[in-house]
């Protein structure tokens, strides 16, 4: 009787998982764990067996359930991240039993493995996002009619990038701007490239501003497949493979050479590295070290994950999350990160505002419209401070100087003399300044990327070569203390 319960109930939640998908993945993990349970109590192992299948079923039916062609609800949404948790865990599972006891690098090649996932995945979105940018710069800049041109673009295909191009589409036939309906039908379009499209959109801009993403995207994609002397999670992989490989060393093979050395020698005692490292080992194997170890891999994995979070979602710059506010306080205050975080943001506030003043806004007006921007929310401070100042009738210059904007960009508004808010800014040399002041800032900030690079894996390098240069000393140095001892034995 039980067993026709549970198939019963597999059919029907795969009945629901099709016509009512929000309610099939609701009630589908409960209904599994009483079905569960009630087998357990009455000994029917093929009930106990259908449970499990008719959560997995549930899944599986409501992520090919019938939606909306240019749409993808939550259920769906769901049921794509729990199968791949699920997915991952046996993988995880399968590895530590097919190692045993090996199961250290069977999990070292699960984090390689899921690594690699994350990074095809965020190659991926970046690829559609310039994929989708592209295609709306080029059909404007053909004059042609975005929907039927988007439509057109779409025809024929059922891929991500066809259902992203449909969804705008969509919006934009129902009357919504294009970062409006850039907003709506691709809500993971990157922060910067909506925002920059939303702020130019006010300017009558559109053109020039996917220009200028368009070659922002193309940059970035030249960055992503230039060779790299060394991966950065080379160093992370090779202090984990080393700490394995000295935990070992130190509880098997160690205390076997101190034996040697106390038989051999009356009073002998290892080397002073080698009694470091296994003192140390002894404290990460058998007193609190294993405690601190756990905290610190649990902190890392949790930042990973948070990372790896912050890195799918898009940001929002007119309502940013809580994570976000937290970042850039971060970034904007660390040393190094500082300079790059005011940096990119110079960027993006220049040329925005050499498109506001050629479109013949006034300086506030042009001010206002880089509050819009994906910056930095410190940097955005200074912007707003920078506003406020103008509009109270204060030098354009010297409010910049004052806002803590940089003297480049005070020069660049103080080559037509004093001007107040309500001037337009056609004439005279700020808009070339300001062209100028354009690309070197992103002419410098190419050049500190690269020249941190050079300069941090070389010191990286060289802290591993010495890190694993002392482990291999700890290690070999009692057996060369061992062979002299019986060099000094044998007698002529």
């Known amino acids: 009787m039980l067993i026709v319960i549970a198939i019963l109930l597999l059919a029907l939640f795969v009945f629901l998982g099709l016509k009512k998908p929000d309610i099939a993945l609701i009630t589908s993990p409960f209904v599994s764990f009483l079905l569960f349970c009630i087998s357990g109590e009455a000994d029917s192992v093929a009930a106990m067996a259908i449970a499990p299948i008719i959560f997995l079923a549930t899944l599986i039916v409501v992520l090919m359930a019938k939606r909306e062609p240019d749409s993808e609800q939550w259920p769906q949404i769901a049921a794509k991240c729990i199968l791949i948790g699920i997915v991952c865990s046996l993988i995880l599972v399968t590895a530590a039993v097919v190692f045993g006891p090996l199961s250290f690098f069977g999990f070292v090649f699960f984090v390689i493995f899921i690594g690699s996932v994350i990074s095809y995945g965020l190659i991926s979105r970046h690829a559609t996002a310039a994929y989708v940018i592209s295609t709306i710069g080029s059909s404007m800049r ?243 401070k920078w506003l406020a100042k103008v509009e109270a009738g204060d030098n354009i210059a010297v409010a910049a100087r004052e806002s803590r904007l940089g003297n480049t960009l005070a020069w660049a508004f103080s080559q037509g003399g004093r001007l107040t808010a309500d001037d337009r800014v056609n004439q005279g040399n700020t808009l070339a300044i300001l062209e100028t002041l354009e690309l070197f800032y992103r002419s410098n900030y190419n050049y500190r990327v690269n020249l941190a690079r050079f300069i941090m894996w070389p010191c990286v390098t060289l802290i591993m070569g010495a890190m694993v240069g002392f482990v291999v000393y700890a290690i070999f140095s009692p057996m060369v203390t061992i062979i002299n001892h019986l060099a000094n034995l044998v007698t002529p």
């Open 142 to 384: 053909q004059n042609l009619p975005l929907p039927m041109a988007l439509e057109s673009a779409a025809s024929g295909r059922a891929d991500s990038r066809a259902r992203i191009l449909r969804r705008i589409k969509k919006w934009l036939v129902q009357g919504y701007s294009l970062s409006e309906s850039i907003k709506r039908g691709y809500p993971k379009c990157p922060g910067y490239a909506a925002a920059m499209i939303a702020a130019a959109e006010r300017i009558d801009q559109l053109p020039l501003a996917i220009k200028s993403i368009e070659a922002d995207m193309v940059a970035r994609a030249d960055e992503s497949k230039k060779i790299r002397p060394i991966h950065p999670l080379y160093p992370v992989i090779l202090i984990a493979f080393t700490l394995f490989i000295l935990l070992c060393v130190m509880t098997f093979v160690i205390p076997q050479f101190d034996l040697i050395l106390t038989e051999m020698l009356e009073g002998a005692t290892l080397p002073a590295a080698t009694r470091l490292l296994s003192r140390f080992a002894n404290f990460i194997a058998y007193e609190y070290g294993w405690l601190i170890a756990l905290a610190l891999a649990l902190i890392g994995l949790a930042a990973v994950a948070v990372s790896i979070f912050i890195r799918f979602r898009p940001r929002q710059p007119q309502e940013p999350y809580l994570i976000s506010r937290i970042g850039d306080f971060i970034k904007w205050h660390l040393p190094v990160l500082h300079w790059f975080e005011k940096n990119y943001s110079m960027v993006q506030m220049v040329e925005l505002l050499r498109l506001s003043l050629n479109a013949g806004c006034t300086v506030n007006d042009a001010i206002a419209n880089t509050l819009n921007l994906d910056v930095n929310n410190r940097f955005k401070k200074r912007l707003q």
